[in-house]
């Protein structure tokens, strides 16, 4: 069984600037999470949907961040315009209804 | 505010010896807990989980035992192997949104079995 899988495994941009996450949960998953982890520190969530709707994203900085799920598979999360503290990894996890929750490898964003 | 609290960034132990990891909580609606373990440039993997209503659960060289009215769990890995060097994750949810769980991490532990 293929696990998550996101991309880019790594991003440096500089603030101000755009960047986007893209994450494929593991098939028939239901739920998708994202967490944003700052070096240091376990892993935050920021947003979580249940097929293509948002059960929580009360962790959001909804200011300058976005997350989707059209059609209830993919997700994308973007950030827009970036600040030098939201250099961290961001790692996608899904899961099914009531099941653990599987990581992907997750993404490293840089902000310079 | 940390609500999972894990209060030993590290801890070095030899091959063959018992590895205990200790992790500890303030919000008394958590009801399930779970630990991940994390390599370098990898994701959290779960390893072994525990209901409120449990205060044991052991899944071969690892233990997992809770302490509700301590608000305090721990994990037992034993005998540690040097595969087991890892940062190690306590994290804890609560009921809410049906069956979806909304974890909370603590910052991790980096463990280091030596040969």
């Known amino acids: 069984e293929a696990g998550v899988a996101q991309s880019p495994r790594y991003k440096i941009i500089e603030k101000r600037q755009s960047v986007a996450f893209w994450c494929n949960p593991i098939?028939?998953?239901?739920?998708l999470y994202w967490y944003q982890q700052i070096l240091g520190q376990g892993p935050k969530l920021l947003i979580q949907?249940?097929?293509?709707?948002?059960?929580?994203d009360s962790q959001l900085p909804k200011d300058r961040f976005s997350a989707e799920r059209l059609k209830g598979v993919d997700s994308t999360l973007k950030i827009q315009p970036a600040k030098l503290e939201d250099s961290a990894v961001y790692l996608c996890?899904?899961?099914?209804?009531?099941?653990?929750?599987?990581f992907g490898p997750g993404t490293r964003l840089l902000v310079l | 505010d940390q609500q999972v609290k894990q209060n030993s960034p590290s801890l070095s132990v030899q091959e063959g010896r018992i590895s205990i990891l200790n992790c500890d909580y303030t919000?008394?609606?958590?009801?399930?807990f779970l630990w991940y373990k994390k390599y370098p440039a990898e994701g959290p993997t779960f390893l072994i989980s525990?209901?409120?209503?449990?205060d044991k659960n052991e899944d071969g060289r690892f233990t997992v035992f809770l302490n509700k009215s301590a608000k305090h769990l721990s994990l037992h890995i034993v005998p540690s192997q040097p595969g087991d060097s890892a940062v190690y994750f306590c994290?804890?949810?609560?009921?809410?949104?049906?069956?979806?769980?909304?974890?909370?991490f603590g910052k991790g532990t980096l463990l280091t079995v030596n040969p």
């Open positions: 996890a899904s899961s099914l209804a009531g099941g653990g929750q599987y």
């Open positions: 098939s028939g998953h239901a739920t």
């Open positions: 949907f249940q097929n293509n709707g948002v059960v929580d």
């Open positions: 919000n008394s609606m958590f009801d399930y």
């Open positions: 525990i209901s409120s209503i449990k």
């Open positions: 994290a804890a949810s609560a009921p809410g949104g049906g069956s979806n769980y909304k974890l909370t």
